[in-house]
């Protein structure tokens, strides 16, 4: 499992987000708060507070072309 704090700032962050986490066969998450949602939903995404980071929780080891991929979204 790894895990990330990642930033979406615009609409078009979130549909590049969710295009790239859709390419995947295992689970993503985002959390924030107290609310875990798939990361694959475009609306589930919305319906979190991105006024904020959020924690993406990658459930698998073997993630490095994701990583690449979200690499412009991750907060440093």
């Avoid at 066969?25 to 959020?54: C, E, Q, T």
């Amino acid at each position: 499992m790894t895990a990330l704090t990642i930033r979406l700032n615009t609409i078009n962050d979130v549909k590049d987000f969710v295009n790239a986490v859709t390419l995947c066969d295992y689970d993503v998450d985002l959390v924030s708060g107290r609310y875990a949602i798939d990361a694959k939903s475009i609306m589930g995404i919305f319906s979190l507070d991105l006024s904020r980071p959020v924690e993406m929780i990658i459930h698998t080891d073997e993630c490095g072309s994701l990583l690449e991929k979200v690499q412009k979204f991750v907060e440093k």
